[in-house]
């Protein structure tokens, strides 16, 4: 079981130790548009990692109404702000909004999530100077937190999105990986998916990867997360479960690891997100 939340844990210490001897104090800015449940949930979880370090999130929360204007000001505030060392803006923001144009409004050393096109940039270009994307920052992590060899493997990664396929697919190729990107284009995806030795899914459709897709031996990880509707309540309310984009049950059977859903890359992103922070704080 390639576990997070456990990862997270033993790292979280060793952040907190090394915060208090560089006597620094961290602030992160997390920007929030509306109030959807999920990205609640979200700010929540990165909140309670930053109390457990020592840092302090400023979390700047504007009705669905904003105007990309207000938030671009708040974004160059921020920016001049010295107290604050990273800035973030959660996502989803509501589609009328130009999601990249408010994004590029952080400046580049206090973007801590990787997503502005200036860093997008320099990740691309293998510029040292590049925020590594939170998420792809976390699965690189979790493998290597395992000990999951990587150099000379084959690796599917099914998703190719900018802020977490595509990222992850760079990286595990930097590492010396043979990287296979797969989309919703892309022909035979099982077989792709069954003949690598590292699957990483992230297509965000619950239970895409059946026990099909995968072979004795893989190491899979599931970056998907997607709220389904689960078992009816006593009150008839269905019950909102999570789950990834891995039939869990059935391809942990077959596998030789896997991440879960919850507890598998979700805590990884949280701690890549301040893994980022220290780094842009020079901690
Ligand atoms: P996205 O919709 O932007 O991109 C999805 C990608 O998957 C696209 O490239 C698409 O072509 C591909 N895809 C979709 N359906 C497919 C299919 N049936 N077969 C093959 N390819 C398919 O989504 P995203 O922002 O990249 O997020 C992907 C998932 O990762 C979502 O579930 C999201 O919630 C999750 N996510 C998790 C974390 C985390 O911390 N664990 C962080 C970010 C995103």
């Known amino acids: 079981m390639l576990d997070g939340r456990k990862v997270r844990d033993e790292k979280k210490k060793k952040m907190k130790d090394a915060l208090s001897r560089s006597g620094a104090e961290l602030t992160l800015a997390i920007i929030q548009v509306g109030s959807l449940e999920e ?168 239970l895409l990867v059946t026990k099909d897709f995968v072979s004795a031996g893989q190491t899979v990880v599931d970056v998907g997360i997607n709220l389904v509707s689960g078992e009816k309540l006593e009150d008839e309310i269905p019950k909102r479960e999570l789950v990834g984009d891995v039939d869990f049950e059935a391809v942990s059977k077959i596998v030789g690891a896997i991440s879960p859903v919850p507890g598998g890359v979700g805590p990884m992103t949280v701690l890549s997100l301040f893994q980022n922070l220290f780094d842009a704080g020079g901690i």
């Not at 200036?118 to 939170?134: H, L, T």
């Open 39 to 206: 990205s609640s949930a979200y700010i929540k979880q990165k909140k309670n990692f930053a109390d457990k370090i020592g840092t302090v999130v400023a979390h700047k929360q504007f009705p669905d109404s904003v105007s990309e204007a207000e938030l671009i000001s708040v974004i160059e505030n921020l920016n001049q702000d010295e107290a604050i060392s990273g800035i973030i803006v959660q996502l989803p923001i509501p589609e009328r909004l130009n999601k990249q144009k408010i994004i590029d409004a952080i400046k580049v050393v206090k973007d801590v999530d990787g997503l502005t096109s200036e860093n997008r940039k320099r990740f691309e270009s293998g510029d040292s100077r590049a925020v590594i994307p939170a998420t792809a920052r976390g699965v690189l992590s979790l493998l290597k937190a395992y000990q999951v060899e990587v150099k000379g493997k084959k690796a599917t990664v099914i998703g190719r999105s900018a802020l977490v396929g595509a990222p992850i697919a760079v990286l595990l190729g930097r590492e010396g990986a043979q990287v296979t990107v797969c989309h919703r284009g892309t022909e035979d995806i099982v077989g792709k998916s069954r003949d690598a030795d590292i699957l990483i899914v992230a297509a965000g459709k619950p």
